[in-house]
């Protein structure tokens, strides 16, 4: 998990992918398409909150996973 921001998971490109069973590039792509909302961090990387990867999920055809509590 990237980080934990006002107690909100937070997920990288390659994290989400591996979460929703998608291509890196799919995901990339379905952002800069504005298909799925993502934030950006100071080095310009993509952020990912757990509802955009329920969302990614549910486009991927599977059932959402939520995010482990800490």
């Known amino acids: 998990m990237y980080e934990l921001l006002h107690n909100q ?13 998608l291509h890196e590039n ?6 800069d398409e504005q298909k799925i909302q993502c934030q950006r961090d ?6 990912f909150t757990q509802e955009a990867i ?3 999920q ?6 959402p996973m939520k995010a482990p509590q800490i």
Do not use: H, W
């Open 9 to 21: 998971a937070r997920y990288t490109v390659s994290e989400a992918a591996k979460l929703c069973g």
């Open 58 to 63: 549910q486009m991927a055809g599977i059932k």
């Open 42 to 47: 100071y080095n310009n990387y993509r952020i």
């Open 26 to 31: 799919t995901i990339r792509r379905l952002a």
């Open 54 to 56: 329920e969302q990614l």
